[in-house]
């Protein structure tokens, strides 16, 4: 019955628009639970898989009639999720990792899947960058040599402060990869970015540098207006400063805190439950859009740029997406480099829920105060195996290999832990089976027995 449907939906299986007889046909010979599905997300490059998925026909192969419905900001995403308006969603990881520590969403969250690796940037004001500008370091070229510490922001904060300023940038969400990114470049550069106060969103106490959030598609306007003087965020919003001759992006995350995965697929424990043989069908599309974008060197980004710039998902301009899809990223006017782990998707394991990338998140919440107290090992371990779920990704990866979409040797054989080759700007080596020690090793974050509290860390 399957092959009969799938017959009826054109080239590469893809339903023509408005035709879900077929795909009914197919999640009924599936024992699909549930066939029409939606799925949130924003509007950043890195929901790409489930473009694709969308707009290749994976979903539909599946007998999956999805909708992608995009949504005002994290939280207004997260409410979705938790109350089932939204089946599942593009997530930052640190929205699943909140629920599992007991500071996020009471609901239990997880995620079968990741989204994406790096991917990120931070952009400062053009009026930063030309205090800045004459300290940088430059190449023969008269290129700025890369990756920048943020100790070159130390005399404007001076000066801000002088002038009874503080001295503000933005970030998407306060568990986002960006906020732990931009927080681990100022601290990596001798600038703190503040501590959680226990159930403070805020997290400015004894900052320097002044964080607030911002929803992505705001963040080059919020910045022009000079209400924020730089952001930490993901693509298209770095170039969209450099398009509109706003801002200038100063370095990108895998020169930061190394390697990073970066968005997940994320969704209730209890749709899990009730919807297995949905979420593995979802997984399946998932798992081929992700190859797709990343297959023979990316010579499919193109095509998956112009999806992306339609209006119904990122609604960016092509020359914008492109700047950073395509194995480049454009700093400024004439200033294009080659920045190949910049954006992956199925390549090094990047769609892999990798329990060390997760830990990693959560030793930041330590480091700054989301976590209140000091954790041991072991609850790391406990709390990252309560929401990643490999094993619902090893299940759909060795279907594909059974219906020879996929080869065994494309997925990793793993424990669920990264060897992590790529340096941190500050040199801190990562071991993720040594958590607390990690979070407590940096000069700028809390140490063993420290909490947060009014009158700073005691």
């Excluded at 600038?191 to 403070?200: A, M, R």
């Excluded at 020879?404 to 669920?416: M, R, S, V, W, Y």
């Excluded at 993720?432 to 000069?443: C, E, L, Q, V």
């Amino acid at each position: 019955m399957a092959s009969v449907a799938l017959a009826g939906c054109g080239k590469g299986g893809q339903a023509p628009a408005g035709d879900t007889g077929d795909i009914a046909k197919v999640a009924a010979a599936n024992g699909i639970e549930k066939s029409n599905l939606k799925l949130g997300f924003i509007k950043l490059t890195d929901i790409a898989p489930l473009v694709v998925a969308k707009e290749k026909g994976f979903f539909a192969e599946e007998g999956l009639n999805v909708t992608l419905e995009p949504q005002a900001n994290w939280k207004v995403l997260l409410d979705g999720v938790v109350s089932g308006q939204l089946d599942a969603s593009h997530m930052l990881a640190g929205q699943i990792l909140a629920s599992g520590a007991g500071i996020g969403a009471k609901t239990k969250l997880i995620t079968p899947f990741s989204l994406d690796m790096n991917g990120k940037g931070v952009t400062i004001s053009n009026a930063v960058y030309e205090q800045i500008a004459a300290s940088l370091p430059k190449g023969p070229d008269g290129k700025v040599i890369m990756p920048v510490s943020a100790s070159v922001l130390k005399p404007v904060v001076a000066k801000a402060k002088a002038e009874g300023k503080p001295f503000k940038m933005g970030m998407v969400f306060p568990v986002s990869t960006h906020n732990y990114v931009l927080r681990y470049w100022l601290a990596a550069g001798g600038l703190n970015p503040g501590y959680y106060l226990p159930g403070d969103a805020a997290g400015t106490t004894g900052a320097e540098v002044q964080l607030s959030v911002t929803p992505p598609p705001q963040m080059p306007s919020t910045m022009e207006a000079g209400t924020i003087s730089g952001y930490s965020v993901g693509e298209p919003w770095n170039q969209a400063a450099v398009k509109k001759k706003i801002g200038v992006p100063i370095i990108v995350d895998p020169d930061i805190a190394g390697t990073t995965a970066d968005k997940v697929f994320g969704m209730t424990e209890a749709f899990a439950q009730k919807n297995p043989k949905t979420v593995q069908a979802l997984l399946r599309a998932l798992i081929r859009a992700s190859q797709w974008l990343d297959a023979d060197g990316g010579k499919n980004r193109a095509e998956a740029v112009k999806m992306l710039a339609k209006s119904n998902y990122v609604g960016a301009d092509e020359d914008v997406l492109l700047a950073s899809m395509t194995g480049k990223f454009t700093f400024g006017a004439g200033d294009t480099r080659d920045t190949p782990e910049f954006n992956m998707f199925f390549k090094d394991g990047a769609s892999y829920p990798y329990y060390s990338d997760g830990i990693w998140y959560l030793t930041q919440m330590r480091r700054w105060g989301q976590i209140v107290e000091a954790k041991p090992d072991q609850w790391y371990m406990d709390t990252i195996k309560s929401v990643y779920r490999p094993d619902l990704y090893d299940e759909a990866a060795k279907a594909l290999v059974a219906a020879g979409k996929a080869k065994a040797e494309d997925f990793p054989q793993t424990d669920g832990y990264r060897t992590y080759t790529r340096k941190a700007i500050d040199g801190v080596s990562y071991d993720a089976h040594h958590p607390a020690a990690y979070a407590a090793s940096f000069a700028i974050g809390l140490k063993d027995g420290q909490k947060v509290t009014p009158a700073g860390v005691k």
